[in-house]
């Protein structure tokens, strides 16, 4: 079953902070994170497995709430390199491997 | 070297003819994917394998076959094509859960 992403679309001034949700109706394994660019792949940028941990690279971290199960990406002051479509996917606990991806966010960062 | 590498990266072609995508990965993973995305960028797994086994096959017509020759590899065939096979076809590959690692993708136009 897909996630629900929100917001849809963003937009932010350089340095400005940004937050994008990530819900299941599921028991999850674990909350992939992908960001891809316009006419690019795909590119993971993190995963939360089962056990509500929170992780991050940079100014780029995420949460994941098992209880309700939820996952949140947070981006602190904001680059224009951060710009493009993030996604998040899911793997329900007890599924062979399936990551299923939201609908994505489109982050839009000016200058 | 690319990790994951996916040829043609444009088809574009007539309606009713057969077409292949070929993928290939380099980074010894055991689990290869096809992944479809769509004019509105909504990711959908269509296929996966995992040393050469299908391990998940999703709703897609009889028109689209897999074959994974070797764990190094995973093609996909498409016959009788139609205008709504348009879009962008992703292949992707991981070592069991981890995260999945995209090729460039091959953008398909069917006329």
């Known amino acids: 079953q897909q996630p629900v992403q929100s917001p849809q679309a963003v937009i932010l001034r350089e340095g400005e902070d940004a937050v994008i949700n990530c819900s299941s109706s599921?028991?999850?394994?674990?909350v992939h994170w992908y960001r891809q660019k316009h006419g690019e792949a795909p590119v993971f940028l993190m995963i939360?497995?089962?056990?509500?941990e929170q992780k991050g690279h940079d100014k780029i971290s995420a949460s994941f709430n098992e209880k309700k199960q939820q996952s949140s990406l947070y981006l602190t002051a904001s680059q224009l390199s951060y710009s493009g479509t993030y996604f998040c996917?899911?793997?329900?606990?007890?599924?062979?491997?399936?990551?299923?991806f939201g609908s994505g966010t489109q982050l839009t960062v000016l200058p | 070297d690319t990790a994951v590498s996916q040829t043609p990266k444009y088809l574009v072609t007539q309606m009713g003819n057969d077409k292949s995508i070929k993928c290939e990965q380099n980074?010894?993973?055991?689990?290869m994917y096809w992944y479809k995305q769509d004019s509105k960028k909504f990711l959908k797994i269509m296929f996966s394998?995992?040393?050469?086994?299908?391990?998940i096959n999703e709703t897609v017509p009889n028109r689209f076959s897999p074959k994974s020759p070797d764990k190094a590899h995973l093609n996909l065939h498409i016959n009788s094509l139609e205008l709504g096979d348009s879009a962008v076809y992703f292949c992707?590959?991981?070592?069991?859960?981890?995260?999945?690692?995209f090729g460039a993708g091959t953008r398909l136009s069917v006329l």
């Open positions: 992707a590959s991981s070592q069991e859960r981890r995260p999945r690692v």
């Open positions: 599921k028991a999850l394994y674990s």
């Open positions: 939360l497995l089962k056990g509500g």
């Open positions: 996917g899911t793997e329900i606990a007890g599924s062979a491997r399936q990551l299923t």
């Open positions: 980074l010894g993973h055991d689990t």
């Open positions: 394998y995992n040393n050469k086994e299908l391990i």
